[in-house]
């Protein structure tokens, strides 16, 4: 598998909106970056890491062509078919070499696992301390346990005892001590949780068992004598009185209307009261035969039948009032433990009663309709409702239980007495045994803190088998260091489970940025020959393995990284060294049919990554090498023509955009310098001095550079308003300086940069 190009990455650190150019050759085996600080290779390399570490790229939007499939960063995490990558850089540096803290000697440890491992074990030691402690603490926790032991026995003795004692020669518990609470605790003990739980009284019932200890008896109550109405015989009754209908001569008028009906009726009568021939209503006279018509309507067939809905409403109405005279026994003549479940039992017949009555009241509702339409038949069914007879057994039943516990009060009052006593201890049983097992655990607990610390010591020692059995030899790692560096200052030796790394003979307490970084990359490339990994089949990525290092140590690592990465199935080398650059660039310059004129079979390729300023923010992008850059062993050519582009750039550029130039123009002025002036290399100012130019025009280039540049690296200046009011100038009098001072120099240059 192979990575064949990063389609985009939007709105990620730095990269703000880069697309891959059409014109962009991608990705072959071997594959080189070049930019300065600031231009995105960190990104870049953590990007790839993600790939490695299969974890999503939650900020953005990034996208790999990874052999013919497009890949979101999103999904690193769950992609399937991800090459196996390896990176190097400066999180690989943190994350593997870790430097054992507090030691006097320093211990260093190798690789990620190793270093997880590791302080596992630090932590496992921490624990070996407390578990020893831990042991020195028992003896004193023992003699205190077991005097809060027979403290604790004292306290809850008294307390029933003055709970239940009383006067008089018969009550057990006036005598109460804790001999007596220990023998009641053993006892509970004995049996299953479930029915200690149970002797726990709720504080409802502790308060009722209270007072029946405090109590006298109460007289007896009335039981309960009651019978529900037969709610199935007056539904029969009312569902035949239903569909009975009155034959007559009906007038339509009426029997369609019920309200009018009525009215009607209410006036027939009135009329036939008072002899009236006129309306009482309009003051009209009545129409022949109209009160006949209406007596006819209304006959004694239909006064008999409005009679029998009476008379069976009468009925039902009477047993709504049975039901209002069904009144229990006042509940302020129980027990006071009865009355809670007292008050259940009556509720529940107050509800029964009130479904009855409901109901009956239903079926007078549908006879007093029916009342108002004696001419049609109704079919009507109903949900029967019963009375249940269990809801008057059982408030029966409490009001018998009353009356037993009066024939046997003080048999009651013992057993009150007794429940009192096991609520409280099983209360407290808990912590009598909690108490009663620190007194019998603590005597064992030395020996428990020994074991405990004894597992932990072979726990430390498995683990450090393990990093030892995962540890580089030494030899090979002083043989490696030596190659990379090219000098044995620095030598590995075995301490521990881990290395002391000497210098000169010396230990090394404090290892510089460069040595750090050594050691790391030494560790990555020995990891690529691990099993995990294919190296001929993998991805490796590495950003600047040379941070920090002098020329010599330099030539030594490249030779190092090339004899242990030339077999990778792909390579990405990424730095901001020009030596280093120019090192690999001419080792994939050599590769086998990289001269070819098909680009396509080249197996090396050059990239450069850039920064400018996209709506007034900086933004990377990766294109193609300078061809200055890959034609030209010195980076000098490239750094010309920057300056010559940005001294006759007719755009007015803002200060995100000149940032840089300082820098570029230092080192481009100290390479020109160090052929014409060898003798005063390292000394700007001195090589200045001698050279036959403008003097004011080369104080200001001067004063210009140490004002606004870092020399060593291209980075972010202090944003200085005044960049951009001198940096073209200057510029323009930086060419000017170099063709006074080499014409034909000059003007060679000149033509290359613009060619």
Known sequence: MAIERISKIKSHRIFRGFVWPQDLLDFKEKNLFYGWNGTGKSTLSNLFRSIEKKTPVSEGDVEFIISGNKVDGAAFATAQGLPQVRVFNKDFITDNVFTSNGAV???????????????????????????????????????????????????????IKDLLSSSGGNNPYNNYDKRLYQVKCDELLKI???????????????????????????????????????????????????????????IETLKDDQELSGWVKTGLEKHKKEHSSDCLFCGQPLPDGRIEELEAHFNDKYNAFISEIESQSTVIKSAIESLRSCTPPNRLGLYDHLKCDFDARHQDLSNEIAGLKGYLESLLAALKDKAQKPFQSIERSFELVTGNVTVISDLNAVISKHNQETDEFQTAISAARTAIEESLVAQSLTEYQQKRNEVDVVATALQTASDKATALRTEVREIEKDIEEHRRPADELNADICSYLGRDELTFEIQGSGYQISRNGTPAKNLSEGERTAIAFLYFLKSLGDKSFSLKDGIVIIDDPVSSLDSNALFHAFGFMKDRTKDAGQLFILTHSHSFFRQVKNWFNHLPNQNKKDVNVRPGRFYMLTSNVTGGNRSSSISKLDSLLHEYESEYHYLFSLVYEAANSEEEAGLQQNHHLPNIARRLLESFLAFRQPSKSGELRQQLDVIDFDVAKKTRILRFLHTHSHAGQISDPEHDPSILIETKQVLNDLLCLIQKDDDRHFDQMKALVTK
Do not use: C, H, M, W
Not at 129 to 155: H, I, P, T, V
């Open 192 to 250: 299953p949780d479930a029915e200690q739980k149970a002797k726990v009284l709720a504080e409802s019932d502790l308060d009722a068992q209270k007072k029946k200890n405090e109590s006298a008896p109460l007289d007896k109550l009335q039981i309960l004598k009651f019978s529900y109405p037969d709610t199935q015989q007056l539904t029969d009754q009312v569902v035949a009185l239903l569909k009975k209908t009155v034959v007559s001569a009906v």
């Open 105 to 159: 000697t320093p211990i260093f440890f190798l690789g990620e696992e190793n270093i997880e491992k590791q302080k596992q074990v630090e932590k496992l030691k921490i624990d070996i301390e407390q578990a020893e402690k831990e042991g020195r603490d028992k003896e004193a926790e023992k003699r205190r346990s077991e005097k809060a032991l027979d403290d604790f026995k004292k306290e809850r003795a008294k307390s």
